[in-house]
């Protein structure tokens, strides 16, 4: 398995509160993903990183920010968390930025069930 | 739009029979069509791809098929077994912007 391990596994807070995730990899990988799984819509890019100190948005990157100033840690925060952003969020790691070819897959960490109330 | 259509939810088959996943896409830019595998509680991993240019690829038990005149793909898993019960995801590669996006996922059910 790739060395990567989301922190914490299952969170629940209140609506309105700033809520941060942590994802860290061992595999010195130089891209970072964050992604949220929801019903209905699979996995949504939120962030990504290619290296540290440079990041970019996803698809559904309102309500999120995140920062990457080692290469080992990719953080995600919702800055006042909302019940929309009750999900599964899965950090992924890959080795070039190319995540369709084989030499560079997707791997997954096992995700933060976020709940807010 | 670069959407990625799977539109039957779920699949249940016996153990030994074949499981047929299929995907549909619309827009015919992209490079690479991966299929990806989850368990319950943990994260998704890679588990066949197809480059766009090719119509078959196979690995083991695992077989992906690309009918790009019918925007089709789909996996075929032979023979079934019970361990292959998961969610399965096909998603899309465009190199031209870096994009991988994801369909909502099939949950195969394989019966003992």
């Known amino acids: 398995d790739a060395g990567i391990t989301q922190s914490p596994r299952h969170k629940v807070t209140e609506t309105g509160t700033p809520v941060t995730l942590r994802c860290h990899q061992t595999?010195?990988?130089?891209?970072m993903y964050w992604y949220r799984q929801d019903p209905g819509h699979g996995l949504r890019l939120i962030h990504y990183?290619?290296?540290?100190?440079?990041?970019d948005k996803g698809e559904v990157s309102d309500g999120y920010s995140v920062s990457r100033s080692k290469t080992e840690d990719f953080l995600l925060t919702l800055e006042s968390a909302t019940s929309s952003q009750t999900s599964v969020y899965f950090c992924a790691i890959s080795e070039k930025g190319n995540t369709g070819q084989l030499n560079s897959p997707l791997h997954f960490g096992n995700g933060t069930r976020l709940t807010v109330t | 739009d670069q959407q990625v259509k799977q539109n039957s939810p779920s699949l249940s088959v016996q153990e030994g029979r074949i499981s047929i996943l299929n995907c549909d896409y619309t827009?015919?830019?992209?490079?690479?069509f991966l299929w990806y595998k989850k368990y319950p509680a943990e994260g998704p991993t890679f588990l066949i791809s197809?480059?766009?240019?090719?119509d078959k690829n196979e690995d083991g038990r695992f077989t992906v098929f690309l009918n790009k005149s019918a925007k089709h793909l789909s996996l075929h898993i032979v023979p079934s077994q019970p361990g292959d019960s998961a969610v399965y995801f096909c998603a899309r590669y465009t190199g031209a912007n870096s994009k991988l996006t994801f369909g909502k996922g099939i949950t195969l059910s394989v019966r003992p």
């Open positions: 595999e010195n990988h130089r891209y």
């Open positions: 990183s290619y290296g540290v100190k440079d990041t």
């Open positions: 197809i480059s766009s240019i090719k």
């Open positions: 827009n015919s830019m992209f490079d690479y």
